[in-house]
């Protein structure tokens, strides 16, 4: 059928008007896609040049800032500073060890720094940046910046170093940081993903170590892109972490730094606690050691130099050592047998120079003897027989059941390291420890600190604080976390007679200010700020029988490790007690000529709050006390700065 011409014009039209449609449509879509072309590379090319390299987003955790450690007034005793370092990621590095050594042309690197490198890339994952070096220069710091484009996947960052401005002074009770180790890692359960960070620093000893989980606090992480090389281009989002909290302790840095300089080269140690709450005011141990050096990475120099030391500074003596207590520990076995009855404080016991057991003989240190002594003279001159007759009397179980009242014996639990129990022995110890009875003899060289009986310097003063206040006072050492007081519930009253208490009290006041005291020398003069001690010298060698009849080789004349150890226990004021002090002096020889000039001088720089007056000392001493404090060497520890809170 033939298509009029009508049909022919109205098809050409539908054709025109489809073309036309099609038409506008494909220059619509070459519009939009000229557009999209023109966006993508113009106004993105920059964008995507950086994709087009291979860029890619990596995440990063942000160690957080540890948190402060301060004294009881606020000053500073461990903080952090500013840290240069540079960091490698083997991922983008590529040829690691060819990179290390382009690196190592830049700013110095040792073989074996590059080794250990190598190492530390080898076991951590790919992606994860591992620390080259740290503490540089801003000068290499700088090297290394400019040279970045041609040390892929290498990286130089700041961050933050732990620091102890007031070094030795507090390196035992604070102790310092190192990194995290295999074994650091294997003793935590879920440990937090932080410690992975190749040489983050955790604390390995001391008040570091004890409060890591509040001085660490939580990481924060960002996010960066990095180019194909490793470079980071740009950082695309922080998350800030929450620093770790700041802890104040209850020393006084000025007191701990007296304390420290007094004992000067003795290996020694001492403790100064406030008798009502129990806060150590100081706790010194001697020699000590700069925590600096472990912080940076100690050479083995000066390790060796540390180890090789005969009077071990690396050792904190004054919660780690056990010393036999010597004649300070005679308050208990008197204090046990008046609780038992088995004497009043009138009781008297004849000392001739010796006492006889069977056939054998116990020597009093004075070789003439005492004669007549009761309680308060027995405790004043320091009498041994008396002792020995009346822990006889009362028996050993009765005395060691004294001893732990009084906080022998037992662990103390402040946060430092290696803390000891000490040895406060019974009938049932020797028999579990030995497999042996207990004997006659046993009972009297415990009576005077001898023997068995073992105690470090903290045990000794919380013993003196103890007896000072007649409550069972604990030692603590954390004042405050974050500016909140931690609470400190009042202790409980000792369950002994106040007069038996009374008794033990007159006898250390005797010790002191009696016209034969044997610490008589070492009394302070001022009569609002009057002492009571008790001397303590414990002997470290059997002395034999022919030596007696001889006559006893003096200290002096001893090579230094076969010297007694001195020990010294007090407390004051006498009729208002705030501060105990004990200190113990390895091998220093007699308690009442070493160790109690020391405790005298570190419980008056506690009680006047400076340097002690010279009106505190007897007027014969002065001239040489007033020289003795000039040439020690105090550090001024400046005043406290002000620190915020994480709240």
Not at 122 to 141: G, K, N
Not at 163 to 171: E, N, Q, T
Not at 543 to 567: F, K, Y
Request: with cysteine.
């Amino acid at each position: 059928m033939r298509r009029t011409p009508r049909d022919t014009e109205e098809s050409a039209r539908k054709i025109r008007r489809r073309a036309l449609l099609m038409g506008g449509a494909m220059a619509g879509f070459v519009a939009v896609l000229g557009g999209r072309m023109r966006y993508l590379q113009i106004d993105q090319a920059d964008e995507f040049r950086l994709l087009a390299e291979e860029n890619r987003i990596n995440i990063r955790l942000i160690p957080p800032a540890r948190g402060l450690i301060l004294d009881r007034n606020g000053k500073l005793i461990a903080g952090n500073e500013q840290n240069y370092r540079v960091v490698i990621t083997r991922e983008a590095a590529g040829d690691v060890e060819l990179v290390l050594k382009r690196l190592a042309t830049i700013v110095p690197l040792t073989e074996d720094e590059i080794g250990k490198t190598l190492k530390e890339v080898e076991r951590r994952s790919s992606f994860v940046p591992i620390t080259v070096a740290d503490r540089l220069s801003w000068d290499d710091f700088s090297k290394i910046s400019i040279n970045a484009p041609t040390l892929p996947g290498v990286t130089p960052e700041v961050g933050l170093s732990r620091v102890y401005p007031l070094d030795s002074d507090f390196a035992h009770v604070v102790g310092y940081v190192g990194p995290v180790s295999e074994k650091d890692l294997a003793g935590i359960e879920n440990p937090d993903p932080v410690l992975q960070i190749p040489k983050f620093q955790i604390g390995k000893i001391g008040v570091e170590r004890w409060q890591e989980d509040v001085l660490r606090g939580h990481a924060g992480q960002k996010r960066i892109e990095v180019n194909h090389v490793g470079r980071v281009m740009r950082e695309l989002e922080r998350q800030e972490g929450t620093p770790g909290a700041n802890i104040r302790l209850t020393i006084d840095a000025d007191i701990q730094n007296f304390a420290q300089v007094r004992l000067g080269e003795e290996s020694a140690a001492a403790v100064a606690m406030d008798v009502q709450n129990g806060d150590i005011l100081a706790i010194a141990s001697a020699p000590s050691f700069d925590p600096n050096l472990f912080v940076r990475g100690i050479s083995q120099a000066d390790y060796s130099v540390l180890m090789e030391n005969d009077h071990r500074p690396l050792a904190n003596k004054a919660v780690q050592g056990a010393y036999p207590p010597g004649s300070t520990f005679k308050m208990v076995t008197g204090l046990a047998a008046l609780a038992a009855g088995a004497i009043t404080p009138q009781t008297s016991v004849y000392c001739p120079g010796h006492y006889e057991v069977g056939t054998r003989r116990f020597h009093c240190w004075k070789r003439g003897g005492h004669g007549t002594v009761a309680l308060n003279d027995a405790l004043g001159q320091s009498c041994d027989v008396y002792f020995y007759d009346i822990a006889q009397r009362v028996g050993i179980d009765k005395i060691a059941e004294m001893g732990r009242l009084l906080g022998l014996g037992q662990r103390h639990a402040l946060p430092m390291s290696a803390i000891t129990d000490g040895v406060m022995p019974d009938k049932a110890w020797k028999q579990q420890r030995y497999g042996q009875d207990w004997r006659v003899g046993d009972t009297i060289n415990a009576s005077i600190g001898q023997g068995y009986v073992l105690a470090s310097p903290l045990q000794l003063a919380v013993m003196a604080a103890r007896i000072a206040s007649g409550r069972a006072v604990e030692p603590r050492l954390i004042h405050m976390v974050d500016n909140t007081p931690v609470a400190v519930a009042e202790a409980a009253v000792l369950p002994v007679e106040p007069g038996f208490l009374d008794g033990v009290r007159r006898g250390m006041y005797e010790v002191m200010n009696g016209a034969r005291g044997t610490a008589k020398s070492s009394r302070i003069a001022d009569d609002s700020l009057l002492m009571a001690g008790k001397t303590g010298t414990a002997q470290v060698r059997n002395i034999s029988t022919a030596e007696r009849a001889s006559g006893v080789v003096s200290n002096d004349q001893l090579p230094w490790e076969r010297r007694d150890h001195a020990l010294f226990v007090c407390y004051a004021p006498y009729d208002n007690p705030r501060v105990a002090v004990s200190v113990v002096v390895e091998h220093g020889g007699g308690g009442s000529t070493v160790a109690a000039p020391i405790a005298r001088d570190i419980l008056l720089r506690c009680l006047t709050g400076g340097i002690p007056p010279l009106s505190a000392y007897p007027a014969a001493q002065r001239g040489r006390i007033e020289t003795q404090f000039k040439e020690m060497k105090l550090r001024d520890t400046g005043e406290a700065a002000p620190v915020k809170s994480r709240a």
